[in-house]
């Protein structure tokens, strides 16, 4: 092997090595951030019967259900917001395997278009399953279609909002989507179809 062959061999090593070390950082990160989490879920609320929510809460995030005795039916709403921040992002990076540099390195972000790190598109988009989850019953998600119509920044609070604009019959409900940043304009537009059923009686 030539000199020049063993110092590509030695370089292409540390890259390794160092690549490793990162990856490493970020998943105990991401793993610690999730226990810490899960430790603090507790049931959302309970009904007239105080049966648990099939939801869970933690400390700032926020919910608001607008939805009649019968619901859920044409015009109810819930809405679901919550912060994305640091954590979150290198939370779900490390879940997903997207580790796309604009989402997790400052300098590397600051020379893009947006002007620094962004969230995940589909990070943001997940809220609207967290709004979803908060529907009355059990709540099955069949179809999503989403368009990323802004950004949103890391440690930016964002609201996602759900309403049933129609009864597809047999319990598939079709629901208008939308997830706003904190200037209430849209960064996410969208449709669902969920199955919407009655919940089996949750434990705590």
């Known amino acids: 092997m030539s000199s ?23 998943m105990n990160g991401a793993l ?4 810490a989490l899960v430790s603090l879920l507790v049931p959302e609320h309970e009904d007239d019967s105080g049966t648990p929510s099939l939801a869970y809460r933690h400390e700032g ?11 859920p039916t044409v015009g109810d709403r819930v809405t679901f917001r919550k912060r994305l921040d640091d954590e979150d992002v290198r939370a779900f990076a490390a879940a997903s395997g997207d580790t796309n540099r604009l989402h997790l390195d400052d300098e590397y972000a ?5 002007g620094g790190r962004i969230v995940h598109g589909t990070l943001a988009g997940g809220l609207i399953s967290a ?22 920044e890391v440690g930016e609070e964002i609201t996602a909002s759900v309403e049933v604009v129609e009864d597809l019959g047999g319990g598939r409900l079709r ?30």
């Not at 995030?61 to 619901?71: A, I, K, N, Q, S």
């Not at 600051?110 to 947006?114: L, N, Q, S, Y």
């Not at 709004?131 to 069949?142: M, Q």
């Open 4 to 26: 020049d062959d063993t110092r590509r061999a030695i370089a292409a090593h540390s890259f390794a090595g160092a690549w490793l070390d990162a990856s490493a950082h970020l």
């Open 32 to 35: 610690r951030a999730n226990s």
């Open 61 to 71: 995030w926020t919910t608001e259900v607008d939805v009649g005795e019968d619901g």
């Open 110 to 114: 600051e020379e893009t278009r947006f």
């Open 131 to 152: 709004a979803l989850a908060r529907l009355p019953g059990l709540t099955v998600y069949l179809s999503q279609n989403m368009s990323f119509v802004g950004p949103v």
């Open 175 to 204: 629901l208008e989507t939308i997830v706003s940043g904190e200037d209430g304009d849209p960064v996410v537009e969208g449709e669902a179809v969920v199955l919407s059923e009655d919940a089996p009686v949750a434990q705590n």
